[in-house]
């Protein structure tokens, strides 16, 4: 009897850990989402380079479609997720609101090459989640991110100093 209880436990403790992971990776992503789009419609209102401005408005869009499928993703994993940035990404958006032409285009190119590259990491490791919804949720978009990664990476390196 000990025994089971025993089992039943480490198996609790291990499903509550896979749903501790999928909720992390979820809040992650929509926040990531959330500051890229921010920083993203930023760049794509004013008048960065054009490279730039054809990359922020891609990231832009592609963000504006993206939240609420994860904000569903969240309501499935049990996770709630806020419309606010935390406040390290809060100062990097204000820190790019008031830049225009090549300071706007360097910033936005790196801060989004940076950006993207975490969150690949972030979906990578998320393709081996124990929650189905999250492991098929992050494959499926890993691709566009990667996508859109090899454009920042190419936009970036067209506005290096």
């Known amino acids: ?10 198996v609790s403790v291990a499903k509550l850990h896979a749903d501790d992971a999928a909720g ?5 992503a929509y ?11 930023i760049a794509a209102a004013k008048d960065p380079r054009p490279g730039i401005k054809v990359l922020a408005e891609r990231v832009r869009d592609f963000r504006t479609a993206q939240l609420p499928e ?32 090549l300071a706007l285009s360097r910033r936005y190119a790196e801060v989004e090459t940076q950006a993207l590259g975490r969150e690949i990491a972030a979906y990578e490791d998320a393709t081996r989640s124990e929650a ?30």
């Open 70 to 101: 994860l904000a569903r993703l969240a309501a499935t994993a049990g996770v709630e997720v806020r419309d606010t940035l935390d406040l390290e990404l809060r100062s990097i958006v204000e820190n790019i609101e008031p830049l225009d032409y």
């Open 31 to 41: 926040a990531s989402a959330l500051f890229q789009a921010r920083i993203s419609s």
């Open 132 to 161: 189905q919804p999250v492991r098929e949720y992050a494959a499926a978009t890993l691709e566009r991110l990667r996508d859109l990664s090899k454009a920042a990476r190419a936009e970036l390196a067209a506005v290096a100093p």
């Open 24 to 28: 992390r990776f979820v809040e992650a």
């Open 1 to 10: 009897m000990c025994l089971a209880a025993a089992a039943f436990w480490a």
